[in-house]
């Protein structure tokens, strides 16, 4: 899609409200283990697919285990990332009469296993 000039294509969206830990509840498990939290440290919270397969975000239950792939845009289908899949993540938490606040976007692109 890149070298077609090709914009990107969205493939899952979720929310946080599907995880299965709140985020205090994360930061205590942190601190009881002695873990020594410092303000600004990130914490990563895994997969958060919601309940229906159009909220899965990952690409092994968006397959389905693989047998069945999606279909791109341009008519390429994905089961796994392949060599020259870029991954674009996003997030953010808003509420109303709240600053929206983010990490901006982290992007990683796949290469080909060295020799």
């Not at 994360?26 to 397969?53: A, E, I, Q």
């Not at 341009?74 to 870029?86: M, Y």
Request: charged letters at 15%; hydrophobic letters at 35%; one cysteine or more.
């Amino acid at each position: 899609m890149r070298a077609a000039g090709a914009a990107p294509e969205r493939i899952t969206r979720t929310n946080y409200k599907h995880a299965y830990w709140t985020a205090a509840q994360m930061v205590t498990h942190h601190t009881v283990n002695g873990c020594n939290l410092r303000p600004g440290d990130l914490l990563g919270t895994g997969t958060l697919s919601g309940p229906t397969l159009d909220q899965a975000c990952a690409l092994i239950e968006l397959t389905t285990g693989g047998k069945n792939p999606i279909q791109l845009a341009n008519g390429e289908s994905r089961t796994w990332l392949e060599d020259g899949d870029t991954i674009v993540l996003r997030g953010w938490c808003q509420k109303e009469g709240a600053a929206r606040i983010g990490f901006g976007e982290c992007v990683g692109t796949v290469l080909p296993a060295a020799a």
